[in-house]
């Protein structure tokens, strides 16, 4: 509890900022530390205190995703956006590196041994693209995700996930 404290901005102005949370705009904050700040976020804004969350932008339409520091962004009871800025919710994707033609031209056998179709951590040497269950997987892990962070702009908006979806 820190009495003196008054409220909280959280700001990002697109790239690095001199307030040091560049990690905010793209670069590789695991989802792990986002969900982890906004619990910390949400436990403040939840108190008798002001918090405002400020971004030029959350997403470039079609060419980045904004769901994530959205997410984050709705902790605070104040969301402001540049008027030029634009709320773009799309999913995640990923894409996997194979190697398994390199290995070949280079006369590389990987040796491996898997328990299952679903154990596919040494898939990029083994295979030339996503197997069924590695596809599976990925789009179960990413769709987890999806869901996660729609529910949680739900429940701090106020409004239905499959709104969101729209």
Do not use: Q
């Amino acid at each position: 509890e820190d009495a003196p404290c008054k409220g909280l901005v959280l700001r990002s102005s697109g790239g690095a900022s001199p307030g040091g949370n560049e990690w905010l705009s793209g670069s590789p904050a695991t989802m792990a530390t986002m969900t982890e700040v906004r619990n910390g976020l949400c436990r403040f804004s939840g108190k008798d205190k002001r918090s405002v969350a400020s971004f030029s932008t959350f997403g470039e339409l079609g060419t980045a995703n904004g769901l994530a520091t959205y997410t984050l962004a709705t902790a605070m009871r104040e969301v402001y956006v540049h008027p030029t800025g634009h709320l773009s919710l799309l999913g995640f994707s990923t894409r996997a590196p194979f190697f398994k033609g390199l290995l070949e031209k280079w006369h590389v056998e990987p040796y491996v041994i898997k328990r299952n179709a679903y154990k596919n951590a040494l898939n990029p040497f083994t295979e030339s693209k996503y197997t069924w269950a590695h596809r599976e997987a990925t789009d179960h892990l990413l769709n987890t995700i999806f869901k996660s962070c729609l529910s949680d702009i739900s429940n701090a908006r106020g409004i239905e996930p499959r709104v969101l979806k729209v």
